[in-house]
């Protein structure tokens, strides 16, 4: 992948559109293509994990469309309806994309055929156990390989006996395997509900309203019942919080700068960056909250601050999970120690994201310690970062946040593998090059 260099401005200036919302738009595709009618989603994420899971809807007959709009990509998606998929005739490649395989999954489950899905080789070294066991018990037909622990995939749809609802307890919380439990969900006789240990992302569960689900939540528990039809959705996607991460720790820890981050998703289940970096003392401003459909969006500035160290475990961390590479680069610059625990999570996921990021942020000279369910860093110190070159070793979220880490260090940094970044932001560096000049 090409290589990228950056290094620390005079300032950090300018207002950032970040890409629609990665989750969002991979839902809006998944449920556009069982719902009756057409399905539209503007803003959506053109990036290459979204473009995985259109690519798997093709193969599975559902006709969609990309259309260049003044506010960006339009997406159409003719639903086929809950029964109206079609046998692929081929595998299923997922590319990179984890969302797509575990919540499809779900889908598939509940579908009269048989399909494989697989991915590249970073994807087929994550598990899938934690999807297979509640489908299996819903009457699913699946496998998979390293006695049913990693993809490849294979789903079957249900048994002669068909799908039925079940209760699930987590024992770990993933809004991927909620999902993909609550879709097949729709397919099986009676209620399927799932109990959470924690608050993991519900955009499925909003959206499936949006379109006409019978979905409830009581305390940690959320349901859903089987339907006749979703109703088409018209939804325009917020800007993805993830993204904006970035950008609120490279303006809060740059000694020179002011960012504005227009229209972005504030989900509470995502916003745990938010809450972290002002218990840091960042100087962030949540402007103009308002509802885009059934998400809560909202304008973020932010500014030039002082920060300190912190505490962050529990459901915290699980609102942050894939903020936490970028949270470790803004407590490189944070008086005194902040420890991350509880993100035993981090370990399968594109990389094995504690030991990487200790390895990487350490070449710069930040002090981190790698523990067992997290990292501990302690800030600033007194050299601050120097430049070097760093690998994210094809992660998107690990190499994003290295830039990060450069724009805030002395001489240049160089990131080895700039090009993952189009797994989620692929206008990336292009968004770098022009805040930096601002």
Same mark, same amino acid.
């Given at each position: ?24 738009? %991979? ?41 260049? &709009? ?42 009269? /055929? ?139 820890? %740059?000694?020179?700068? &002011? ?46 601050? %002082? ?25 490189? /610059? ?34 981190? &310690?790698?523990? $067992? $369910? ?20 094809? $992660? %998107? ?30 206008? /990336? ?10």
């Amino acid at each position: 992948m090409t290589a990228q260099t950056v290094r620390r401005p005079a300032r950090l200036r300018g207002t950032v559109r970040v890409p629609g919302h990665k989750s969002i738009s %991979h839902r809006s595709a998944l449920l556009g293509a069982i719902a009756t009618g057409t399905s539209r989603a503007r803003r959506f994420l053109t990036s290459d994990d979204c473009l995985a899971t259109l690519d798997c809807l093709r193969a599975l007959g559902v006709e969609w469309r990309l259309i260049d &709009e003044p506010s960006g990509k339009t997406l159409e998606v003719d639903g086929t309806g809950l029964h109206g998929l079609q046998e692929p005739a081929d595998v299923l490649d997922c590319r990179n994309s984890g969302t797509t395989m575990r919540i499809i999954a779900g889908i598939l489950a509940g579908q009269p /055929f048989t399909s494989v899905l697989t991915g590249d080789a970073s994807l087929r070294a994550r598990p899938v156990d934690r999807v297979i066991e509640p489908l299996r018990q819903m009457g699913a037909q699946l496998l998979a390989r390293q006695n049913d622990r990693l993809p490849p995939l294979t789903v079957r749809g249900p048994s002669p006996e068909g799908l039925h609802g079940i209760r699930y307890r987590q024992p770990v919380a993933s809004a991927q395997v909620k999902s993909a439990v609550l879709l097949a969900g729709l397919f099986a006789d009676g209620e399927t509900v799932v109990e959470e240990p924690g608050p993991s992302r519900d955009h499925t569960e909003r959206m499936l309203t949006a379109m006409g689900a019978d979905v409830r939540r009581e305390g940690p528990a959320v349901s859903v019942r089987p339907v006749d039809a979703l109703a088409s959705i018209d939804i325009e996607v917020p800007g993805d919080i993830s993204s904006a991460a970035y950008w609120l720790v490279a303006a809060a820890a %740059h000694p020179d700068a &002011e960012v504005i981050l227009p229209n972005v998703g504030v989900n509470p289940t995502r916003t745990g960056l938010l809450d972290a970096l002002a218990m840091m003392g960042a100087s962030l401003d949540v402007g103009e909250e308002r509802m885009a459909g059934e998400e809560p969006v909202a304008d973020l500035a932010v500014r030039s601050s %002082h920060l300190r160290g912190i505490e962050a475990g529990g459901d915290l961390v699980l609102r942050m999970m894939d903020e936490l590479p970028v949270l470790a680069v803004a407590a490189a /610059f944070a008086e005194g120690e902040t420890v991350v625990r509880d993100a035993q999570e981090l370990r399968v996921k594109e990389s094995d994201r504690i030991a990487s990021l200790t390895r990487e942020l350490s070449k710069l000279g930040v002090a981190i &310690e790698e523990r $067992d $369910d997290g990292f501990a860093v302690r800030g600033p110190s007194a050299e601050g970062l120097r430049g070097a070159r760093v690998s994210g070793g094809g $992660d %998107h979220r690990l190499t994003m946040a290295l830039a990060v880490a450069g724009l805030l260090a002395e001489g240049d940094t160089t990131i080895e593998d700039g090009g993952s970044v189009a797994v989620s932001y692929p206008g /990336f560096w292009t968004d770098i090059a022009a805040v930096a000049e601002g």
